[in-house]
């Protein structure tokens, strides 16, 4: 069973962790940390959540890490473990909720896939049998006061 290992994390927070993948999300998506309703808040309350993937772009980056995922997976080391890092400004609101996602996606699991909106990426996963290690390395630290 191949193994995808997803790590979320803040730039403003260390350097980024050792991924065959890392996607840096800090200048392209809209940072609900600007937002002060949200600021204190994280991935994993609804709000920041339904924030960040209403963010143009945000579906389709999913989608496509999740191709990337497949290449990989197809590719001659596809026994070994792959790493993805999605990275942002704290590792609060946007890595982390697109962790989230793309390991409901990676692991089938449509009922929480649902809750981001991509329940119909997540179906295509459900008999892969993909084992998925979801690790947020800065989702409890401190909002960095910038």
Not at 43 to 66: K, N
Not at 108 to 131: H, I, P, S
């Amino acid at each position: 069973m191949p193994a995808v290992a997803i790590t979320s994390f803040g730039y403003l927070h260390g350097p980024q962790p050792d991924a065959r993948a890392c996607y840096d999300l800090r200048h392209q998506f809209r940072d609900p940390h600007l937002r002060p309703e949200l600021r204190y808040l994280t991935a994993r309350d609804a709000p920041v959540r339904e924030a960040v993937m209403a963010t143009d772009g945000v579906l389709a980056l999913v989608h496509a890490i999740a191709a990337t995922v497949d290449a990989y997976l197809a590719g001659p080391r596809q026994d070994e473990p792959l790493t993805v890092a999605l990275g942002c400004a704290g590792g609060r609101h946007r890595s982390a909720t697109v962790a989230d996602a793309l390991a409901a996606v990676l692991s089938g699991d449509t009922k929480t896939a649902a809750a981001y909106r991509v329940a119909d990426l997540a179906e295509r996963y459900k008999e892969r049998g993909l084992a998925v290690d979801l690790h947020h390395r800065d989702l409890d630290k401190d909002v960095v006061d910038r």
